[in-house]
């Protein structure tokens, strides 16, 4: 077991723990000792993620649920609360694209289908941060303690690619994220968010790589490029400010460690 954080009293649900980052998280938690309930729509990678986790002298189960369907959700939440006990902590990692909301090259934004979009939004905010929230928060709120972690994305704080609904939902997640944890502050449920860049998870795999292994021309400039090249040329650049949004921020424009006051700097080339 992970000594350095023992969560041996704690009870972990992972909602998307059946994908690729959602499990994963899901086996850190278990390592540190905490009882897993890995929570998704896939019966088959979801018991094997639970299989893995006991495997490695851990404690977990699958409890099959719809993130979208308060129901399942609350459903799913008294079945976890029989098995372990009240959940300590929520990782709310249910998310994805759909290619009708993206905008592939010479294509339109201005004729983005609006089922498309909302789809998005609905699985990402939705299903991805509030229901969730509102399903287990709760008993967090009523035992006085509780963390609750919201998968955001590098997307949501800078457009990265042409994933424009993906996007924005993520950049709502963000705000969700803050304006839950100003609201449960005195409660003692911490919500917070994590913004993961580009990885080959299964959604993004043809995106990023070729069959043989190599990056796809448009993996190549995801993957290759500095943050700079994603604003331009050092020489195009001279007298632009760029803002920082961040308690701590590694400038990539002078290599130097910029502390932030209040969420928020400015650097001028």
């Known amino acids: ?37 890995i929570v998704g729509r896939n ?10 986790i006991e495997a490695a002298g851990g404690q977990a ?34 998310g994805g694209n759909h290619p009708a ?3 592939p090259p010479g294509s339109d934004v201005c004729q983005l289908p609006r089922e498309a979009w909302q789809t998005v939004f609905d699985l990402n905010l939705v299903g991805g941060a509030l229901l969730p929230s509102q399903v287990f928060a709760p008993a967090m709120i009523q035992q006085g303690v509780g963390s609750i972690i919201n998968i955001a994305s590098m997307s949501g704080i800078i ?4 994933v424009v609904a993906y996007s924005a939902a993520k950049a709502a997640v963000i705000n969700l994220t803050l304006w839950l944890a100003r609201e449960w502050a005195t409660t003692g449920v911490r919500v917070n968010a994590i913004s993961p860049g580009f990885f080959p998870a ?16 448009r993996g190549g400039q995801i993957i290759g490029h500095t ?43």
């Open 1 to 37: 077991m992970n000594t350095l954080f023992d969560l041996k009293n704690d009870v972990a649900v992972v909602i998307g723990g059946t994908g690729e980052l959602g499990g994963h998280m899901a086996e850190a938690l278990g390592s540190a000792g905490a009882k897993v309930a």
């Open 43 to 52: 019966s088959e990678r979801g018991g094997a993620r639970a299989d893995a």
């Open 61 to 94: 189960k699958f409890f099959a649920a719809d993130g979208l369907s308060r129901e399942s959700l609350e459903a799913s939440r008294d079945e976890i609360t029989a098995w372990a006990g009240t959940p300590t902590v929520l990782v709310n990692a249910a």
């Open 101 to 103: 909301a993206t905008i």
């Open 159 to 162: 457009p990265l690619s042409r």
């Open 202 to 217: 299964e959604q993004n795999r043809k995106l990023l790589f070729n069959e043989d292994g190599s990056y796809t021309d």
């Open 227 to 269: 943050p700079m090249a994603r604003f331009g040329k050092p020489e195009e650049l001279a007298g632009a400010t760029i803002w920082l949004a961040s308690r701590q921020a590694s400038s990539f424009v002078t290599g130097q460690n910029i502390a932030i006051d209040g969420g928020f700097a400015s650097v001028t080339i």
